[in-house]
């Protein structure tokens, strides 16, 4: 009995990578959190959870491989591991075929995680991303009627910010039509003037970055806004404020925020 | 018998002291880091130890580095989120972490929390402490436009304020300019950046304005409406331009006011744990 405070410093001295590794996965730091899942590894190879906690930190980072992909299905199957561990994985192996253009193994694995979790954030992203699957995809509606019955009388959990963040990239909306004209200007100019002059401007970001920025926040106003920048930029070359070092030649910053801050969020979204 | 227990204490002993070396030298590399300014790394170190510290107090002050590491990384949310297990591991914690807690405020543009923390700080027992907390707190109210508030903080806090109260008073006397009247002054082209000062900016705006409404006249005189459309595209942006600039130079003009005043009530003061004393908390404070 005297001898737990002992044993307890040395499950301590055990636990903490282990601890630090999933506290750094829950906040999302994916880098940090397959560094310590890796020093995990290294002492106790045969952990499965954090095998499975490495190979979403590997998806999440862009360093997985098809090994990564595979184990991530495969751990779907393994019965010691916890049911949400494999939840989990079920999910971000899904979003992954997903992105690859295998919407059918990832519909069946949205299903899994949307049926298996008790997690209510993975619940909710999971049926999310089946919602945006099937809109994709209209024939997957057929394959479960009720879940697809399901999934729409629940429409209403999935608000906007979580679409955003379940959608892949590319069926992001993108920039507001108002936004469009400054961006036709900008791939014009890039495209055609930018290669015969060189890069000229001293400012950072570039005139052509800082208009397409403005734009893109403000619509049209980027026009008066870039206008405004031409009319300043050899005032601020001139008074050598912010000076910044890119690849040997000094440029000055100047950044949108410093010129937009009173108009609030932007007025194009 | 006897011997037995010896040997078991003497394990006992070794096994501590071993884990004690181990936590110094993590100790040690999550400060190297931490002066390497590699706060993100650092902070993840001082989590660690946090983890594997056996007393209380010993690990709210690793958690309380690792928030002021995320805090100079400008991670707001991961700093709180840090300060809020050491307060709740030692809550004796709960000042020192107001003050980072008021810096995370600031990080998030949310003035009115920071105003909070530094204020429940200016009562406190450190000297040093008060003082840092009263500056930010009168920079807060200048950045609100209360200067009166802000005189108020700087005398309260009982330091030589002397310095202080007149860049205030200098900001008190200055004018700040309207961005309306810039904006309507605009109209005509350059005038809105004259009028708050900016007399080179004015000059480009006007020359550029001029060229191209002599160019819409002239094309429109030649009947070349091809290029007259063209130059009226251009001519239509300098003069938005122009209009834009008058109301963003006053905006400018009346932010550089309070940076200026700011900066000289701030100064260059800082503070930092002291790294011989970690994990127990004392601040060092610059002013």
Redesign the interface.
């Known amino acids: 009995m005297w001898l737990s405070p002992l044993f307890s410093h040395f499950a301590n001295a055990q636990s903490p990578a282990w601890a630090l590794a999933r506290e750094l996965f829950e906040n999302g730091d994916w880098v940090a959190s397959r560094r310590e899942i890796r020093r995990v590894l290294l002492a106790d190879p045969e952990n499965r959870e954090a095998r499975i906690l490495a190979d979403v930190c590997s998806l999440k980072t862009g360093q997985a491989d098809s090994a990564s992909l595979e184990r991530l299905e495969q751990a779907v199957e393994m019965p010691n591991v916890e049911l949400e561990t494999r939840a989990l994985a079920a999910y971000e192996a899904g979003r992954e075929y997903w992105r690859m253009g295998d919407s059918e193994k990832a519909y069946d694995l949205f299903v899994y995680a949307y049926r298996n979790t008790e997690d209510n954030p993975l619940f909710l992203r999971a049926g999310c991303s089946l919602f945006l699957l099937m809109k994709g995809k209209p024939e997957l509606k057929t394959v479960s009627p009720s879940l697809t019955l399901q999934l729409k009388s629940s429409r209403r959990l999935f608000d906007w910010s979580l679409q955003q963040e379940c959608m892949l990239p590319e069926e992001d909306a993108g920039t507001g039509i108002l936004a469009k004209p400054g961006e036709w200007t900008v791939a014009l100019y890039r495209s055609q003037v930018s290669p015969a002059i060189g890069m000229r401007c001293s400012c950072v970001p570039s005139c052509s970055e800082y208009f397409l920025l403005a734009c893109r926040k403000h619509g049209l106003l980027g026009f008066p806004i870039q206008a405004d920048r031409f009319f300043r930029e050899p005032s601020i070359v001139q008074q050598r404020q912010n000076p910044i070092e890119m690849g040997g030649v000094i440029k000055y910053s100047d950044p949108l925020e410093a010129h937009d801050f009173w108009l609030g969020e932007g007025v194009d979204r | 018998m006897r011997l037995k227990y010896l040997t078991l204490i003497l394990c ?1 002993a070794l ?2 002291l071993a ?1 004690s070396f181990a936590g110094e030298v993590d100790k040690r590399l999550a400060i190297e880091l931490a002066n390497e300014n590699d706060h ?2 650092a902070a ?1 170190e001082f ?2 130890l946090a ?2 510290a ?1 007393v209380q107090e010993r690990k709210g002050g690793y958690y309380w580095l690792a928030g002021y590491q995320y805090a100079l990384e400008e991670n707001a949310d ?1 700093s709180d989120e840090m300060l809020d297990r050491a307060e709740s591991m030692d809550p004796q914690l709960a000042i020192s972490g107001s003050l980072l807690r008021g810096r995370n405020a600031l990080a998030r543009n949310n003035s009115d929390e920071a105003e909070f923390y530094y204020g429940s700080l200016v009562n406190s027992a450190d000297e040093e402490m008060v003082e840092y907390a009263a500056r930010k707190l009168a920079a807060i109210r200048i950045r609100h436009g209360d200067v009166d508030s802000a005189r108020a903080a700087i005398e309260a806090a009982g330091a030589d304020g002397s310095s202080l109260t007149a860049s205030i008073e200098e900001y008190r006397r200055g004018d700040d300019k309207s ?1 309306a009247v810039g904006g309507l002054l605009g109209i005509v082209p350059g005038l809105g ?1 004259a009028y708050s000062g ?1 007399y ?2 004015a000059l ?2 006007l020359i ?1 304005n001029s060229l191209f409404i002599y160019g819409m006249t002239h094309t429109a005189e030649k009947e070349q409406w091809g290029a007259f459309a063209v130059i009226s595209f251009f001519e ?3 003069y ?6 008058g ?2 130079a006053a ?2 003009y009346n ?1 550089r006011r309070i940076t200026d005043c700011v900066d000289q009530v701030e100064g260059d003061m800082d503070y930092s744990p002291d790294w011989e004393m970690v994990p127990t908390i004392r601040l060092e404070f610059v002013f």
Do not use: F, K
């Open positions: 006992v096994q501590l884990g993100h790394a993840i989590r660690r983890l594997g056996p991961m961005p950046h900016e080179a900016n480009r705006c550029l239509l942006t300098w938005s331009g122009s209009i834009y600039g109301i963003d905006h400018r932010r």
